[in-house]
């Protein structure tokens, strides 16, 4: 069913009030977000942006939404486009998007990952979901790597209970193996940190090419795994 035309202008205002936003981030970081400033910068009345978003959570909310929702389409995308048979150059090309999102939308990655916003309290049962879905581009990935016979996972040997007991029930949500859950987890965490030194020009003079080495390391990963990132 077509949109109307009040709908559509209504989501276009949101997304420049959005844009504005994402600006004020660029200039001053997460916790620069001020409806005021964006109102000022619009050239309309801070109560104005009201009618478009409730408060200023509810814009911090949409921000990081779109963030989640951006980075695990990258993903996905990237794993539609190559061949599906071959898992290990999925999962190269799944971390290689994640990346270029990272490097191409850097103020919305540090909203989602980096300094949280004083006073702001993410509603979980709205940004988890949203949080999990690049886990999950991955997960499926390795379910049906594991299925084919073509990725053995190790036993989770003295792991702490305490994190045993969070990866099971994450595995009991979304079917798969607890090792998975955490090998997700482990390559992950080591991604984002060369990303997140990568964004705060850290990593460039350490070695050479942020990007280039970002490449190398993920391609030892899967190849870690018993797969051929191609």
Do not use: C
């Not at 999962?91 to 004083?118: C, E, K, S, T």
């Not at 305490?162 to 991604?191: C, H, K």
């Not at 850290?202 to 990007?211: R, T």
């Amino acid at each position: 069913m077509p949109r109307t035309r009040d709908a559509v202008q209504y989501e276009n205002m949101q997304d420049k009030i959005k844009s504005a936003a994402r600006e004020r981030m660029a200039a001053h970081g997460t916790a620069g977000i001020n409806l005021r400033e964006i109102a000022r910068k619009m050239d309309i009345t801070a109560p104005a942006i009201y009618r478009y978003f409730p408060s200023l959570d509810d814009l911090i909310t949409a921000l990081i939404l779109d963030s989640f929702n951006g980075i695990a389409d990258a993903m996905a995308y990237a794993d539609a486009n190559v061949p599906q048979e071959n898992y290990g150059v999925r999962l190269y090309a799944i971390g290689m998007a994640y990346r270029q999102w990272a490097v191409d939308h850097p103020v919305d990655f540090q909203l989602i990952y980096g300094n949280p916003i004083p006073g702001y309290v993410a509603p979980a049962e709205i940004t988890v979901p949203a949080a999990r879905r690049a886990f999950v581009v991955i997960g499926v990935v390795l379910q049906q790597a594991i299925q084919a016979g073509a990725l053995k996972l190790n036993p989770l040997e003295g792991l702490p209970p305490s994190n045993a007991a969070f990866f099971e029930g994450i595995a009991r949500e979304y079917g798969i193996p607890p090792e998975a859950i955490e090998l997700i987890t482990d390559v992950w965490s080591q991604m984002h940190g060369r990303i997140m030194l990568e964004l705060l020009h850290h990593f460039d003079p350490v070695v050479g090419s942020s990007g280039d080495y970002f490449a190398y390391k993920l391609k030892q990963y899967v190849r870690a795994l018993g797969l051929d990132p191609g």
